[in-house]
């Protein structure tokens, strides 16, 4: 091979390692459930809005394409979430997402009845989050859990006792 044929092919193989690298300088953004939105509930089951925020400690802007979750409530599955709306979080910035939860009583049993009359929220969420980074899309999984305040729309809330 020609001088010039080596210098070529070196060029490439570096510049396909150094896009390589890049990958991995993707820092995960931090997903947390700031609060628990209660928007109406009624003898079937419910609407909630999980406010969850994203914190990008990159230094470049992440964009997101979609996010997907499981959400427990003491270990009732309560349901899942798909939001497939574009988002974005600037560098080194904050973005919160209101993500909307329908819900049925019929399997979450007393805990989340309990949970909606207590003000707070004891949660675990799973997950994954679809971004847009300057190399590439990525899939971020995530799992949080804790304890989340509840906000209720509308004023006091009547949370029905039986099925």
């Given at each position: ?16 390692g150094g ?29 909630l809005?999980?406010m ?18 499981g ?8 349901g899942?979430?798909r939001?497939?709306d ?12 209101s ?6 009583w ?38 949080r ?10 004023g006091a ?7």
């Open positions: 091979m020609e001088p010039r044929g080596w210098a070529g092919l070196l060029a490439l193989v570096a510049g396909l896009c390589a690298g890049l990958g991995n300088t993707l820092k995960e953004p931090n997903v947390r459930l700031e609060r628990v939105v209660v928007r109406d509930v009624g003898l079937r089951g419910g609407n809005d999980l969850v925020d994203l914190d990008n400690p990159n230094a470049f802007d992440l964009r997101g394409t979609e996010v997907e979750l959400f427990d409530v003491e270990g009732s599955h309560v899942d979430v939001y497939a574009e988002f974005s979080v600037d560098r080194g910035g904050r973005t919160t997402l993500l909307p939860l329908r819900f049925e019929a399997g979450v049993g007393g805990a989340l009845r309990t949970a909606l009359n207590s003000g707070e929220i004891p949660y675990e969420m799973k997950g994954q989050i679809r971004l847009q980074t300057p190399w590439g899309a990525h899939s971020v999984p995530f799992t859990e804790g304890r989340a305040p509840l906000t209720r729309v509308g809330l009547s949370v029905p006792t039986g099925r």
